[in-house]
Each structure stands twice: as structure tokens, then as C-alpha cells.
């Protein structure tokens, strides 16, 4: 049995348990308990506070656990990178009140900063030789320097509207987190086969994100011309039609670039367009 720790709350438990569900890992239980075991694949989930999953996982308490980036730099834990998993994403910050004028990273020099990343920022400001007082908090960092605790504050930024709401503005990104997958330097060689089978169902889900797959009827005298507009895993399938001057192209695209290619196909001669979602995907 694989013992994860997850975020017991917020928008990093959410993507998380989305994340599992896609990879077909169900839970017998949807009530929130401290320890919780999977009904169809031999993981259990245990819900920690964010700030508690690298030690836990570090120390073995926990097998391998999914937690912000952010957190898993601050805490300086023995415990190793298995994969970035591209969602929760979100940046530290420097931010100031709105009404001071910024002229750049010496600003900072005899200021007081509020922060509940102190790690994070005392490196940042020894490498930018920079002599500021920290001052740690727990939470509300973003209330500081209107209530005279501090004059900037260093904290998460996602869509910035907490700073806005506090009249401040972000003047220096620090760092970019987003959600990893951590393991303990414990793994039995079975916990390891079982990670590696978990690997490979969440490899297969991140495969799929914002693809689609793309059937359409072609002209067979453009079919060259739309094989070169189209980006394939390798190449596009084909397939004949009844009527021999036409064929059936079968595709994926991205969702970045898919009104642009399906433009471009439009005007080669492409018809019947049909466009499915893609659950997963294996390569």
C-alpha cells in the first residue's frame, strides 16, 4: 500500500483529487477523514496542512505527497522532485503599497518585510545583498503595511486581486511555484513499482490536457498540402471513402493553436470536421 499526503483544503486539494479521479484512482469515502483508502488501486490518502507535507514525506510518514512548490523550497526537506505537475500555479512575490514610487531592489534596503516565507526570502535577499528586517506571520500577510506592521510584504500572487484589494502592487517575482510530486528516499522497491504504475496513469492524463482529436473528410488532391499543416504525434492516420476522390484524416492539435490549423484546413478544403475531447493519452 502507497500512503500519499495531500492539502486537506483549497484550490491544491481540489486539482489534486481531480487529478487522481482522472487517473481512475477512486475513493471509497467523499467525507473528508485524516486517512482515507482507495477502492481500486492500492493508494491511501492522507490530508495534512500544506506547510506539514515535506517533512512527513521526508520522514516517512507519508510514502510520496503532492504540495506547492512554494512550500516544498521553504521547508528545506529531504524528500525528492518526482514530477511537476503543472497546476496550482502561483508566484512569490515582493509587493508594495500602490502609492510609493519603486525605483528597484534597493528599496528594500532598512524596510521591514511580513512574509510566511522567510527561507524563501532571506536567500533571495542575502543573493541580492539586500539588509531588510523579516518579519514572519502566519497569515493575512497581505494586511501589513496598511496596519503599520510593515512596509512591503513578500507573499503568493495568483491573480492579484488580493493586492489590489489592499492597495498594493507586486514589484518583484521571486520565485514560480506550481504543484510537485514528492517521494520519500524510503521507497521500498514495491512502493516504487506502485509509484511508477501511479506515474504512468498521471502521465497519461497530463498527455491529454488541452488536446483534441481531430477527424475530418479531405480532398485527396489537397492531402499533402493538409498533412504539412497538420502538427501529429507522428503522422496522421488516413482512410479511404466510397468516393475515391476523397479520405478521412484522423488527428490530434492542441487547444493553442486549434483555431488557427482548423482555419487553415477550412481553406484547403476540409469538410465534416468532427472534434472529441481526449480522456487520456499514451504514447
Not at 502507497?2 to 483549497?10: C, D, E, F, T, W
Not at 481540489?14 to 469515502?29: P, V
Not at 500572487?157 to 518583484?172: A, D, F, I, R
Request: proline share 4%; charged share 25%.
Amino acid at each position: 500500500m502507497l500512503r500519499i499526503a495531500v492539502q486537506s483544503k483549497g484550490r491544491l486539494y481540489e486539482d489534486t483529487m481531480n487529478l487522481l479521479a482522472e487517473a481512475d484512482i477512486k475513493f471509497n469515502s467523499s467525507k473528508r477523514t485524516l486517512l482515507v483508502q482507495s477502492r481500486n488501486f492500492p493508494l491511501e490518502v492522507l490530508y495534512l496542512r500544506d506547510d506539514d507535507i515535506p517533512q512527513s514525506v521526508a520522514l516517512g510518514v507519508a510514502d510520496i505527497g503532492i504540495v506547492g512548490e512554494n512550500e516544498f523550497v521553504e521547508r528545506h526537506e529531504h524528500a525528492r522532485i518526482v514530477s511537476r505537475l503543472g497546476f496550482s500555479r502561483c508566484r512569490l512575490s515582493l509587493a508594495i503599497p500602490k502609492a510609493i514610487d519603486y525605483n528597484g531592489l534597493t528599496w528594500f534596503n532598512g524596510k521591514k518585510i511580513s512574509t510566511s516565507y522567510p527561507n524563501i526570502l532571506s536567500d533571495f535577499l542575502q543573493k541580492n545583498h539586500i539588509n531588510a528586517e523579516i518579519h514572519e506571520i502566519s497569515g493575512s500577510v497581505e494586511i501589513c503595511p496598511g496596519i503599520g506592521l510593515a512596509d512591503a510584504i513578500f507573499d503568493i500572487v495568483s491573480s492579484g486581486s488580493t493586492l489590489v484589494s489592499n492597495n498594493l502592487k507586486e514589484v518583484e517575482v521571486v520565485m514560480q511555484s506550481e504543484a510537485l510530486l514528492i517521494a520519500s528516499p524510503k521507497l521500498t522497491d514495491e512502493k516504487q513499482a506502485l509509484l511508477n504504475e501511479m506515474l504512468f496513469r498521471i502521465e497519461a492524463v497530463k498527455q491529454a490536457e488541452d488536446k483534441k482529436y481531430i477527424r475530418m473528410n479531405v480532398p485527396k488532391e489537397k492531402l499533402s498540402q493538409i498533412i504539412e499543416v497538420l502538427p501529429g504525434l507522428k503522422s496522421p492516420t488516413i482512410i479511404p471513402l466510397a468516393d475515391d476522390e476523397w479520405c478521412c484524416v484522423h488527428t490530434v492539435l492542441g487547444e493553442r493553436r486549434f483555431w488557427e490549423i482548423i482555419g487553415k484546413l477550412k481553406e484547403l478544403g476540409a469538410q465534416g470536421i468532427l472534434v472529441t475531447p481526449i480522456e487520456k493519452m499514451i504514447l
